[in-house]
C-alpha cells in the first residue's frame, strides 16, 4: 500500500496515486453506474444480484468472496486472481483479514496517513511549500517513507495488493519500518508546527482536522483500500448493509451507490465502522 502511494520516487500527485490492480479499471470508470459495478464484482468471480426496490442496488453474496489460491501460468487469471484478492480484502472478508489488519495496525497505518497528507500540503497548500523548511521537511519524510519500505516489500512491492496476499510481508520485514512508525505523531506535529510558521493564515486546528480526517478515511486497511478504490472510479456510496441467514448461501451485503438524480445532498465519504469482519464475527450489538 505504501510503496504504490510513493511508486516510481517521484513526487509527481498523478503519479504518486495508489493504483488499482488494473483487472479493476479495464472496462472503465464505474461513477454512480450501478451495471458496470455488477459486471466489475462478477468479472471477478463474486455471486450478484441486483435490488430493484426501493431503490437499485447492488447484491453481493458472502460465499463467493472466497479468494482463490493456484499456480495457474495464465496471466488473465492470476490478474484477477489480484483483483479479486483487492475486492475481498477491501471489504473486509479476506481470509487472512485480521492479519492484514494487525500488520497495518502495527507497521503501516501511520505511514500511509503521514504519506497522504504530506501529498494534500503539496496540492492545497502552495504558499507553505515555497518555503524551504517546509519543503525540506516534506521531501525527507516522503524519502524515508520510499527507502524503508522498498526494503520491507517484496520483489512485487510495487503493488498495492502485496498486504492483500502477503500479509506478513511488511510486518516481519523490517524493524526500521516499525521505527518510523512508532515516530509519525511527532513528525506530523513537527510539519505543522513549520507549516504556521511559513503561512500565518493556516491554523493549527484546520491542518489537525485535515490529518484526522485523512486518519479516519483510512482508519482500517479494508477502508484505505475502498477510498482508493472510490476516488479511482469516481464514486461514492450512499449506504452498505448486511444480511445473515441461517443458510449461508443467503448471506449477502447490499450495496447502495449515490445517484445525484435520486439523493438531495452528497453522502459524506463511506467507510466502514466498525468493520465487516467483525460485525459478522461478533454481531451487530
Known sequence: LISSALRNGTHSIDEARPLLPPTLLSSGKIRNNLSKLKSLFDDHGFRTSVVTSPR??????????????????????????????????????????NAIERCYAASARGIYCLILFCRKIRTSCSRAMEDARVMEMISKYEDECRSLVSVATDSHGNDIYVAATSPKVVASSSPSLHGLHSTVSQRVSSLMTAIERADHNIRRDQLQREYDRIKSLNSTYANALLQIFLDSHESSIK???????????????????????????KPQRFTFLPCLRRVIDDGPE
Not at 472466497?66 to 479476506?94: I, P, R, Y
Not at 449506504?239 to 445532498?265: C, M, N, Q, V, W
Open 56 to 97: 437499485e442496488a447492488l447484491s453481493i453474496y458472502k460465499d463467493s468472496c472466497g479468494c482463490t489460491t493456484n499456480n495457474d501460468d495464465d496471466e488473465t487469471t492470476t490478474d484477477n486472481n489480484f483483483g479479486k484478492a483487492f475486492l475481498v480484502a477491501m471489504l473486509g472478508l479476506h481470509p487472512d483479514q
Open 239 to 265: 449506504d452498505i448493509y448486511f444480511k445473515g441467514s441461517h443458510a449461508p448461501k443467503y448471506e449477502r451485503l447490499t450495496i447502495y451507490l449515490y445517484d445525484p438524480h435520486l439523493d438531495e445532498i
